[in-house]
């Protein structure tokens, strides 16, 4: 696997730099960070950075190193250079052994220990599932048309029949029920549907209909529920960056079915690929806010005021017209309805 250094070093043009915007370094920061497992890449920017999703300007990274990055790992040094004048991060020698001293090191790191963007633990379950139904045609869906001895419901373990499956070609498969319509707050048009996640399931004898096992059950499974391939995760290798066009989002959802969220939440937005939000894209999240008064007559006015910023949001999740992102950086709760755009 290719290492950043070179590469990181010698690139010539920063993306997302802005004379008006320079980076600012935390108070007292570090000469140098020492990488460890259980770092990420953000959480290492914070500790130079007061903007910590700006990384890639300090880094001087082009915008082909950001969609595809090369990456470090434990045992890495981060070191901060000023001598240009301009703060940057450099990688310096690797500390390896028990002793902590910097020794040469054999790089067979295991993708797995590879330093992610962000918490991978957080974001799992929504890589690796399927989210949202982005079509409304049910003819073509693949379905559950009986189970096992007539029985109501399956678990794990559990066989089941359905048809639509064309081969053998995809042995793995999510096996989900269409939940409630999402709708776009600007047009209250229905742009998708929530797909409820019950559980995962493997071919084990093709035809029509063809017979799965079940391998993985959240929720009881039955007849009518639908199935869609299960592909391995994909790894999330953008970085943070800005958009380079102009999004304006609106929080149309907040994972859980909860009405209010926070640092860590995951929520859904009504813009997507068609939109240009990319995989590594950082929003800005705003509330819309409206002073209330009453005049001489007793009457109620309304008087829009400044949009409020209070958070940020890393999108790692991007389907055609629905985006879902993390929130990473909060200081009030996120409420659907509130407005995601650019930093």
Known sequence: MVRIISALILAVTAVCASAAEPL?????????????KGDTLWGISGKFLKQPWRWPEIWQMNKEQIKNPHWIYPGDV?????????????????????????????????????????????????????????????????????????RMMVGSSDSFYASGIPDASVEKWHIFRKGKALKDPDTDKVIAYEAFFLGNARLTKPGEPATLRVTLAKEEIGRGDSLLPAPPPAIISYVP??????????????????????????????????????????????????????N????????????????????FRVFDNIAYALVVDSS????????????
Not at 106 to 130: G, H, L
Not at 269 to 291: F, M, P, Q
Not at 333 to 342: E, L
């Open 24 to 36: 600012q370094l935390v108070d007292n920061p570090p000469d140098r960070h020492i990488v460890v």
């Open 78 to 150: 981060v070191m901060l250079d000023t001598s240009s004048g301009t703060p940057r991060l450099r990688l310096g020698k690797s500390v390896g052994g028990q002793s902590g001293k910097v020794q040469p090191t054999v790089y067979s790191t295991p993708v797995q220990q590879v330093i992610p963007s962000i918490p991978p633990n957080v974001i799992e379950p929504f890589i690796s599932q399927p989210l949202i139904i982005e079509t409304d045609d049910d003819a073509s869906a693949v379905r559950i048309v009986a189970t096992e001895e007539d």
């Open 241 to 294: 960056h800005r958009p380079e066009r102009d999004v304006s989002a609106r929080i149309i959802g907040i994972y859980g079915g909860i009405n209010e969220g926070g640092t860590s939440s995951v929520v859904s937005l009504n813009r997507g690929k068609n939109d240009g939000l990319e995989i590594g894209h950082v929003v800005a999240l705003y509330r819309t806010r409206v002073s209330v008064s009453i």
């Open 296 to 315: 001489e007559d007793g009457h109620r006015i309304k008087t829009p005021v400044p949009d409020e910023r209070y958070g940020l949001a890393f999108v």
């Open 332 to 343: 009030k709760s996120v409420i659907t309805g509130d407005i995601a755009k650019n930093p």
